[in-house]
């Protein structure tokens, strides 16, 4: 799982929204917040925020793991 995951984070860093991430808003009480999948059952979820110093849009871990458990 962590080759996956590692390998998730680095297409993030290309291209949060490609389209094999299926990155998509989520709903309830994380509204305001993100996920994308890194295998069958692995989900990251995440915000993206605008660094104040440097004005530039950076991604924010917030969870990592199976479907249920992170949401």
């Given at each position: 799982?962590?080759e996956?995951i590692e ?13 094999h991430?299926?990155?998509?808003k989520?709903?309830g009480?994380l ?10 059952d ?6 993206i925020?605008?660094n104040k110093e440097s004005g530039?849009?950076v991604?924010?871990l ?5 479907h249920?458990?992170?949401y």
């Open positions: 799982m962590q996956r390998n998730t984070l680095e297409q993030m860093e290309q291209d949060v929204f490609a389209t991430l299926n990155t998509h989520l709903s009480k509204s305001e917040l993100r996920a994308c999948s890194c295998g069958y692995c989900r990251i979820v995440f915000s925020e605008k530039k849009e991604i924010l917030l969870n990592i793991g199976k249920d458990e992170v």
